[in-house]
Nanobody, 125 residues
Framework: QVQLVESGGGLVQPGGSLRLSCAASGRARSNYDMGWFRQGPGKEREFVAAVTWSGDMTSYAASVRGRFTISRTHSKNTVYLQMNSLKPEDTAVYYC??????????????????WGQGTQVTVSS
């Protein structure tokens, strides 16, 4: 199991930007994929973005592609989500996830075994 701690959430106006961070610990090797999911009020948890353990492949939900960017540090134990051009519909609790996941299963929350506690992102004027 990997322990994950998110930070960087907050209140931002539409069109603004935020950067979320997720620090991972608890495993000697960082050979696991990392991803971001979100859960809005009254909604199910949905996939946002993921990056492979090597950092050379990324995947995005259609709703955020072109606005959000996921990246990992060289040491591989921190993942970031740069969110630009934020919209009110991006309002949600954002969760970091980690595991070794087949590409076809990246968007499925149940494919990921390690989760952070979540950080609130609110986009409102």
């Amino acid at each position: 199991q990997v322990q994950l701690v998110e930070s960087g959430g907050g209140l931002v106006q539409p069109g603004g930007s935020l950067r979320l961070s997720c620090a991972a610990s608890g495993r000697a090797r960082s050979n696991y994929d990392m991803g971001w999911f979100r859960q809005g009020p009254g909604k199910e948890r949905e996939f946002v973005a993921a990056v492979t353990w090597s950092g050379d492949m990324t995947s995005y939900a259609a709703s955020v592609r072109g606005r959000f960017t996921i990246s990992r540090t060289h040491s591989k134990n921190t993942v970031y989500l740069q969110m630009n051009s934020l919209k009110p519909e991006d309002t949600a609790v954002y969760y970091c996830a980690a595991d070794s996941v087949a590409a076809i299963d990246l968007i499925v929350p149940m494919s990921w075994r390690s989760w952070g506690q979540g950080t609130q992102v609110t986009v409102s004027s």
